[in-house]
């Protein structure tokens, strides 16, 4: 085989181990689960939990590859299971597995999150293998789940502005208008200073009558009869 055909292949090779992920362990180990120690999310928020596992053994032609979660400790409650499937009541409809069979990798969603869902979650995995027959193991450590409370927004309303106008007062915004034709502040002052004076010239006005008319009954008391 030449070169020019050889090359693809060789460029094309590290994708191919990629897409599956190698299942053999870097260490000394025969396998293992990780995942991160903690994570935090809010309150009626989501989150994800990423999980990669390896092995050293041969699979078996059916490997029956499963993958189990459980939440507490190390030997808690199942909440998840790929098997039957099987979803715990408290997560129902609020967990999704992103795992295909034959991969190394994934990750397990939680949606709607409660503060009860603080707790620590392992990952679990099940394989059948041609000479040790079934095997089962899990991440020791887990990963800490923290639920932080949620944030509230808080939204402005609409705001509304008083003008003054002929009929009335006018609200902008979401009330209607009681009038029309607004003025101005300054046309306003002139309107109320007007009616003032008129008020205090028509009081002046009432006064001076008054005046005139007691004066002039004390006149004609002061004046002596005629005699015939």
Same mark, same amino acid.
């Given at each position: ?21 190698? !299942? ?35 699979? !078996? ?32 409809? +609020? ?9 190394? =990798? ?7 999150? +409660? ?97 005139? +008319? ?6 004609? !008391? =002061? ?6």
């Amino acid at each position: 085989m030449g070169w020019p055909l050889l090359l693809p292949l060789l460029l094309l090779l590290p994708a191919s181990l990629q897409a599956g992920g190698s !299942a053999k362990c870097k260490s000394n180990i025969s396998y293992g689960v990780n995942q991160p120690e903690h994570l935090s999310a809010p309150e009626g928020g989501s989150t994800t939990i990423p999980f990669t596992f390896c092995y050293s053994w041969e699979p !078996a032609k059916d490997p029956r590859e499963s993958i189990f979660w459980r939440w507490g400790n190390f030997h808690g409650e199942f909440i998840y299971n790929t098997t039957w499937p099987f979803t715990h009541k408290h997560f129902e409809d +609020r967990l999704v597995l992103n795992w295909t069979k034959g991969e190394r =990798r994934g990750s397990l969603l939680i949606s709607n999150l +409660r503060k009860e869902d603080e707790s620590t979650y392992f990952c679990q995995v099940q394989l059948t293998t041609q000479k040790k027959g079934k095997q089962v193991w899990q991440s020791i450590q887990g990963t800490k789940l923290t639920i932080t409370r949620a944030t509230k927004k808080t939204t402005k309303g609409p705001t509304s502005t008083i003008t003054i106008t002929t009929d009335g007062v006018s609200v902008s915004g979401d009330k209607r208008s009681l009038g029309s034709c607004p003025f101005s502040m300054e046309a306003a002052v002139g309107v109320a200073m007007t009616s003032t004076v008129f008020k205090i010239a028509i009081l002046g006005l009432i006064i001076l009558l008054r005046w005139k +008319r007691s004066t002039g009954l004390q006149t004609k !008391a =002061r004046a002596p009869a005629r005699t015939t």
